[in-house]
């Protein structure tokens, strides 16, 4: 309970007490018969016992109200902290893909530019072996 909750018990039972203490000591300073006087006490009673009946359930719908709007108030915070950690995974996720989509690309391109100088390469071999065969052949000539 918070403090308020906890000053407004205080105050009502205060209240409460005072208001019983108050009609005792009234019923009992008065001069009735006995029978007059435990005809009072209940009347007196009955009626504070309603009063306390009725302000409990005053506070009590204070309380339920203040709890259902705390309730209310956390789902609301809850559900925007998991709307935003979903937006801020799949921001996540598109930038994962977009680095795995440029990184495939660099790799065909860097596969495809090995692949050029490889047969660059296996040109000028297959040039370089005719040039010595033909060489060989001439010098033997």
């Known amino acids: 309970m918070s403090n308020g909750q906890d000053y407004t018990k205080g105050f ?3 209240a409460l007490v005072g208001g019983a ?5 009234a019923l009992l300073t008065a001069p009735k018969s006995g029978k007059e006087l435990r005809q ?3 009347t007196k009673s009955t009626e504070i016992y309603g009063k306390a009946n009725s ?4 506070t009590e719908k204070k309380i339920g109200h ?4 705390t309730v209310n108030e956390g789902r609301v915070k809850a559900q925007n ?3 935003s950690a979903k937006k801020q995974a799949n921001e996540l996720l598109y930038a994962a893909e977009s680095v795995l989509n440029e990184a495939k690309s660099k ?3 860097a596969k ?3 692949q050029h100088k490889i047969e660059d390469v296996r040109t000028a071999t297959k040039a370089g072996v005719e040039t010595f065969k033909k060489e060989m052949s001439e010098a033997q000539n």
Do not use: R, Y
């Open 55 to 58: 302000k409990w359930a005053e």
């Open 66 to 69: 203040q709890v259902s709007t």
């Open 40 to 42: 009072d006490i209940s």
């Open 21 to 25: 203490v108050g009609a005792a000591v």
């Open 12 to 14: 009502l039972l205060g």
């Open 112 to 114: 495809e530019s090995v």
């Open 107 to 109: 790799a065909g391109t």
């Open 81 to 83: 902290i998991i709307d």
